[in-house]
């Protein structure tokens, strides 16, 4: 592991009294920025009936933040790195939390759809420097590896806790709790965090303006048209400009960051054919994961009739698999590397959602649906934080920032992807019934897993090529 992301810039803020105590602060921030990307899932009905949601727009409550926070990502990374993680960790997180309350107090399908959106544009600013302040913050590599473990937990269980949490706030109070819940604790780490972790130094030099506008609006580009296709279809001339644009604004990217003397994306960033791997592994699983949690949703209403709480508390053998993994993941990781934990971890959620391929209307939770989700559950403990160390792996610490922002785009951009597919495929053959339906988007996510798997392989291959 390079010893460059063990290395501190120098403290451009208040003194240092508890790093640990600091990351564990900073990494709960995460945790909420996490949760909310699924919190309101289970809520969904109970939005539109006290909104008055229509049935078309009541996506956008789940969309509208992915669609900021994923499109927004690298930016995020980039303020970071030039004005202080510290700063704009803190400064997004602050206009998330403003969004929470707002959305809690919305009245109109509008108001908590803007809020949504304000929310992803305070993840976007917020979360690219999680990583890069663990990684300049950690005292020791025992220290850094314990909390990327914890920031791989958070990555993987945090969405499965989200929908226990929104299903748990929903029964027992309202719907927005699922909102009202980020406030305490937004100002809880706000009031934290400049006491508990240290700025880090600023990167001087131009702003990549250009590199700016372009990166975002490309991934609001695709997120946007991925997000629209099963609406418009995916040959239809919409869907197919979006691409088109997105792909356009691409490639202006790669022309400006490899001319410009401090770009948004360092194209050292995208030599790494390790790092790719690992990129589309991360797309590929969280993909997978957030399309197989909302037919799993469906399953659990419609043929198991649970109640919001109930649904909630389905997802438990998730967490539960990935907190077992978190602690042995960072002992593999020095022993064995993160390629072969990386595969295995692909395989197991690759067999979780095969065995989800056989469930059908005499299947029990108990035998079909549990097994399959602590199996998904293990298989992301295990993958996930050896894909972080992957993706910060040789990165300068004053770039650490940038490495976390394509980690976390790739992250999102896969999970509205892989969404937006299998829903579209499910939607697709609700007329042949609900199993039929459910199998199909059961298969588009097997497809993802096994995306992932392959990724994981390339890594196996390039590790025996290297020590053989």
């Known amino acids: 592991m390079s010893s460059t992301l063990l290395t501190r810039p120098g403290s451009t803020g208040s003194a240092r009294r508890n790093p640990a105590i600091g990351m564990w602060v900073v990494l709960i921030g995460q945790l909420m920025l996490v949760l909310d990307a699924t919190i309101v899932n289970v809520a969904l009905p109970h939005i539109a009936s006290d909104l008055h949601f229509g049935s078309a727009s009541l996506s956008w409550v789940l969309n509208a933040y992915s669609l900021a926070f994923g499109g927004m990502l690298l930016l995020g990374g980039r303020l970071g790195d030039v004005l202080g993680r510290r700063r704009v960790f803190m400064t997004g997180l602050s206009l998330f939390t403003l969004a929470s309350l707002a959305g809690g107090l919305a009245q109109a399908p509008w108001e908590l759809v803007t809020s949504r959106a304000v929310q992803g544009v305070g993840a976007a600013l917020s979360a690219p420097s999680v990583l890069a302040l663990i990684a300049t913050n950690a005292p020791n590599e025992a220290a850094r590896n314990r909390a990327l473990a914890a920031f791989a937990v958070i990555s993987s269980a945090g969405a499965a806790l989200g929908l226990m949490l929104g299903g748990a706030l929903t029964d027992l109070v309202s719907w927005r709790w699922t909102m009202f819940v980020n406030v305490p604790i937004g100002l809880t780490v706000l009031l934290l965090v400049p006491g508990l972790v240290t700025e880090t130094a600023r990167r001087h030099g131009r702003f990549d303006f250009i590199g700016a506008a372009s990166a975002t ?28 644009l997105g792909g356009a604004l691409l490639a202006v990217l790669a022309v400006t960051e490899r001319r410009h003397p401090h770009p948004l994306l360092r194209p050292a960033l995208l030599r790494s054919r390790q790092r790719i791997a690992g990129l589309i592994s991360m797309a590929a699983v969280y993909g997978g994961m957030l399309a197989t949690f909302f037919l799993t949703v469906q399953l659990l209403a419609h043929q198991f009739d ?22 042995l993941a960072p002992r593999l990781v020095v022993r064995v590397g993160p390629a072969p934990l990386i595969a295995a971890g692909a395989a197991s959620v ?23 989700l602590l199996l998904m559950g293990l298989g992301m403990g295990a993958s996930f934080m050896p894909i972080t160390v992957l993706a910060l792996n040789g990165v300068e610490p004053e770039h650490t920032g940038a490495a976390s922002g394509l980690l976390q785009t790739m992250q999102q951009l896969g999970g509205a992807v892989g969404l937006a597919v299998v829903a579209s495929v499910y939607a697709g053959h609700r007329s042949s019934g609900f199993d039929s339906a459910l199998q199909a988007g059961y ?26």
């Open 350 to 372: 690759l067999i979780a959602m095969g065995l989800l391929l056989g469930v059908d209307s005499s299947t029990t939770y108990e035998s079909g649906v549990f097994p399959s």
């Open 443 to 468: 298969g588009a996510a097997t497809v993802l897993a096994a995306l992932a798997l392959a990724s994981g392989v390339t890594l196996l291959a390039h590790r025996r090529l290297a020590t053989g």
């Open 306 to 327: 649970y109640s919001p709480l109930r649904s909630g508390v389905a997802f438990l053998p998730v967490p539960i698999g990935v907190f077992t993994m978190s602690r």
């Open 217 to 244: 609006a490309a991934a609001v580009s695709i997120v946007w048209t991925v997000i629209n296709a099963p609406e418009h279809g995916w040959g239809s001339a919409r869907t197919i400009g979006g691409f088109v």
